[in-house]
C-alpha cells in the first residue's frame, strides 16, 4: 500500500484494485481505506517534504501507536524513493515563469504635433510567458515602453541579478 501511496506522490496514477485487493481481507469499509490512504500520503509526503530518515519514520510512527510490524513494512519502500519524493517535491516547489518569446524595438519620434517632448528614443517590449499552474500551463503577454534612462536602468539591474545568480551555489 506505501509503494502505492509514494507512486501518487512522485506523479503516477495509484492501482487502486491493487489497494483494494490488498486490503479486502481487512474487513476495512471503503472510507477506512481512504483515510488511511489519506493518513500515509501525508505521512509520507511531509516526511519526504521535512527530510526525515526512515529510522526516524518508523521510531515516530511506533509512538503514536501503529504495530512495529507496519512501521518496518513502511520503511523500505520509504528508503528507496526518499530522494525521488524530494525532488519531485522541490521542483513543485521552485516554479519559475518561463519567457518563451521576446520582442523588442526601438522607436525615434522626430517631430510630432501631439507630442511636446520628441527626439528622445523608446523602446517597446513585447514578452510572451508561460506559467505552470497546478499541473497546467497558462500562457499570457506582457507589453511596456520604457525610456533609453529606463532601459540602462532594467540592463544594469539584470546583469547584477545574473552576476549574483552566477555565484551562487544550489
Not at 81 to 88: C, D, F, P, Q, Y
Request: net charge negative.
Amino acid at each position: 500500500v506505501a509503494v502505492n501511496v509514494i507512486k501518487q506522490l512522485l506523479g503516477g496514477k495509484p492501482d487502486y484494485a491493487k489497494v483494494q485487493k490488498l486490503t479486502g481481507d481487512s474487513g476495512l469499509e471503503l472510507t477506512d481505506v481512504k483515510a488511511a490512504l489519506a493518513a500515509l500520503f501525508f505521512i509520507i509526503g511531509n516526511g519526504a517534504k521535512y527530510n526525515v530518515t526512515d529510522e526516524v519514520l518508523a521510531k515516530e510512527l511506533l509512538s503514536l501507536g501503529l504495530p512495529p510490524e507496519h512501521c518496518e513494512a513502511l520503511k523500505k519502500p520509504y528508503r528507496e524513493n526518499v530522494e525521488a519524493l524530494r525532488s519531485k517535491l522541490a521542483d513543485e516547489a521552485l516554479r519559475l515563469d518561463k519567457l518563451e518569446n521576446i520582442e523588442w524595438r526601438v522607436d525615434y519620434i522626430i517631430s510630432s504635433s501631439l507630442l511636446a517632448n520628441v527626439g528622445n528614443p523608446s523602446c517597446s517590449v513585447h514578452l510572451d510567458i508561460s506559467s505552470n499552474i497546478s499541473g497546467g500551463t497558462t500562457k499570457r503577454s506582457v507589453d511596456f515602453e520604457m525610456t533609453d534612462e529606463q532601459l540602462r536602468v532594467l540592463l544594469h539591474e539584470l546583469e547584477t541579478a545574473r552576476a549574483g545568480m552566477a555565484s551562487t551555489k544550489f
